[in-house]
């Protein structure tokens, strides 16, 4: 299979409502909770993006599509090995967005405890050191979310690119992939709190006891 849509927009500007919503239209999606219960063998693939020497095919076995971190990152290169598929930039308000994440995937504690783990190095490579380190400095982040969003825009064709706000719903994302518009609401997934549970509980327990591992 090869991926047929790039979800380019960081985690926490809608990735797991679009996530629904492509699952809806028919395209199998990857996104960060596709990626952690995979284990570690798996994170060792986001490793080796990490050292320019990726098996995309491999990460994405079983899916069309890929949204949200760490897959985000690496839009780039995922439209160069891809290049039929089209890109989706899921945006929001910046300031609204460093909020979110510092309240969810950048919380302190949460950053704190990753290194000494298992998901610690293919965080690092794939999330961290796009943010060089600064995980938690306001203006640093909200300064490297306006350059991804630029970037995106400067490096993906315009006929490729659809800049995406989860609240325009269907239309303008069936019209993009030229698909009837659903007879159903948009999915709207607000899983701050699901989040927050599932990070403390990992921080509490461990990867192994609270996700499992598929392989």
Same mark, same amino acid.
């Given at each position: 299979?090869?991926?047929?849509?790039?979800?380019?927009?960081?985690?926490?500007?809608?990735?797991?409502?679009?996530?629904?919503?492509?699952?809806?239209?028919? $395209?199998?999606?990857?996104?960060? =909770?596709?990626?952690?219960? @995979?284990? %570690? #063998?798996? &994170?060792?693939?986001?490793? /080796?993006?990490?050292?320019?020497?990726?098996?995309?095919?491999?990460?994405?076995?079983?899916?069309?599509?890929?949204?949200?971190?760490?897959?985000?990152?690496?839009?780039?290169?995922?439209?160069? $090995?891809?290049?039929?598929?089209? =890109?989706?930039?899921?945006? @929001?308000? %910046? #300031?609204? &967005?460093?909020?979110?994440? /510092?309240?969810?995937?950048?919380?302190?504690?949460?950053?704190?405890?990753?290194?000494?783990?298992?998901?610690?190095?293919?965080?690092?490579?794939?999330?961290?050191?796009?943010?060089?380190?600064?995980?938690?400095?306001?203006?640093?982040?909200?300064?490297?979310?306006?350059?991804?969003?630029?970037?995106?825009?400067?490096?993906?064709?315009?006929?490729?690119?659809?800049?995406?706000?989860?609240?325009?719903?269907?239309?303008?994302?069936?019209?993009?992939?030229?698909?009837?518009?659903?007879?159903?609401?948009?999915?709207?997934?607000?899983?701050?709190?699901?989040?927050?549970?599932?990070?403390?509980?990992?921080?509490?327990?461990?990867?192994?006891?609270?996700?499992?591992?598929?392989?």
């Amino acid at each position: 299979m090869a991926l047929d849509i790039i979800g380019a927009g960081f985690g926490r500007t809608g990735t797991m409502s679009l996530k629904a919503a492509l699952e809806q239209l028919g $395209y199998p999606c990857y996104h960060m =909770v596709e990626c952690f219960p @995979r284990g %570690p #063998e798996h &994170w060792r693939l986001w490793e /080796q993006v990490g050292q320019s020497t990726p098996d995309w095919d491999a990460i994405f076995e079983g899916f069309t599509a890929t949204v949200d971190f760490p897959a985000c990152t690496s839009y780039g290169a995922l439209a160069s $090995y891809y290049p039929d598929a089209k =890109v989706v930039l899921t945006v @929001r308000a %910046p #300031e609204k &967005w460093y909020t979110s994440v /510092q309240n969810t995937i950048f919380q302190k504690e949460w950053i704190d405890f990753l290194p000494g783990t298992d998901a610690g190095a293919y965080m690092k490579a794939t999330i961290d050191d796009y943010f060089d380190g600064r995980m938690h400095d306001r203006d640093h982040l909200v300064r490297r979310f306006n350059e991804h969003v630029s970037s995106v825009r400067e490096n993906i064709a315009p006929e490729r690119l659809l800049v995406f706000e989860v609240a325009d719903g269907w239309e303008p994302l069936c019209e993009f992939l030229e698909l009837p518009v659903p007879d159903m609401p948009f999915p709207n997934v607000n899983d701050t709190e699901a989040v927050q549970g599932i990070i403390k509980a990992i921080m509490e327990n461990g990867f192994q006891a609270v996700l499992g591992y598929k392989g």
